[in-house]
Structures are given as C-alpha cells and as structure tokens.
C-alpha cells in the first residue's frame, strides 16, 4: 500500500499507539509501522527467535457507522528460529492480512465456559488502538510452530531397560504385526 497524503507513519519517536478520538471518521486512516531497533530487539526476546528483518506493518482503519471501527493491515516479516531437531537458524518469510473491527459495545462472555465467537477478528473499543500490540500478536500467530532446517531429520530413539530388547517405531505400528501374519500363511499356501 503506497504512502499517500493523509497517512499516519509511525517511526521513532512517534507512538504507535492512536486515539481513536483522533481518527478521521470520513475517509480512511491509512497507517504504515516501520519498527525500531529496540522495537525489533524486544519482540525477538518476546517470541523467543534468532532475528527479525524487514518487518512492514501498513494499512488502513475505517469507521464502521458510528462507533465501530474496521483495521486491515498487511504483516510482512522475516522471521529467524532455531530448527526444532538441530538448532540451526531457520529463516522464515511471513506475509499475512491482519483484519480486526473494533466495536463500541462488544461485551465478553462472563460465563466459566463460553462458545469462541464465530468471528474472532471482532475485539471491544477501546481509547487507543495499539499498532505495536497487533503486530506482535500477528507475527505470534503466524510463527512456523516447529521449523526445521533443509535435511534436518529426527531420527529415532531407542531407549529399553538394561538387556532387554528395545521397542522400535515399527513394533509400535498396530497392523505391522497382521501384515507379517499374512505372508506367514500366503508362503504355506503356496
């Protein structure tokens, strides 16, 4: 989405956080987050990751009638992990929309157990809209939950107590055992 007139771009110093009472109700509050490098240190802390580079975070947030309000964003970022088998770097390109509406009397279930929402984009108003806090929890969500480097393969592991023979992954498998039955009487038959 090109920066035009009328675009809020956040960059240090200016906050990432906006009024709502500030945003513009006829026309569209385009935004675009270029985040710092302290910024970009606390969320490699937060998420727990190697690196992160060439993080953008742009869109727009519209009134929705009167009260309501409407985000769309682009999240790109990529993002760098410890491969889950051998702890090399794994370097992972994340593009993604990021939509959430932001509504004036959106109530919380105050039951012990509630039904999720059929829309889970739907969040209460609030004073301030927090870019900062959307993005992070994008990049969250979108992280690869277990990446693992080209090549990298588990293996297996073999564990049984002192002279006994160990159990392997083919043991395990329910129908391994029928499969060696029946070429035991297929090679009687013939």
């Known amino acids: 989405m090109p920066l035009i007139q009328g675009t809020i771009s956040l960059t240090s110093p200016a906050p990432t956080r906006l009024a709502v009472a500030d945003l513009a109700q006829n026309r569209p509050n385009l935004f675009e987050l270029i985040l710092t490098e302290p910024q970009r240190a606390k969320l490699v802390a937060e998420l727990d990751l190697l690196g992160l580079r060439k993080v953008r975070f742009a869109g727009e947030i519209v009134a929705q009638g009167r009260r309501d309000w409407r985000l769309y ?3 790109g970022a990529t993002v760098v992990q410890p491969c889950v088998v051998t702890l090399d770097p794994v370097t992972t390109r994340i593009d993604t929309d990021v939509a959430r509406i932001y509504e004036a009397n959106f109530v919380y279930p105050d039951e012990t157990e509630a039904e999720m929402p059929d829309d889970e984009t739907r969040e209460p108003l609030r004073e301030e809209i927090d870019l900062h806090e959307i993005l992070a929890e994008a990049l969250a969500l979108n992280l690869p939950g277990y990446p693992r ?31 060696a039955l029946r070429e035991k009487f297929e090679d009687k038959e013939n």
């Open 149 to 179: 480097a080209d090549g990298a393969d588990l293996g297996e592991a073999v564990f049984s107590e002192p002279g006994k023979a160990a159990m392997r992954d083919e043991d395990a498998r329910p129908f391994a055992g029928l499969a």
């Open 73 to 75: 964003a682009k999240l």
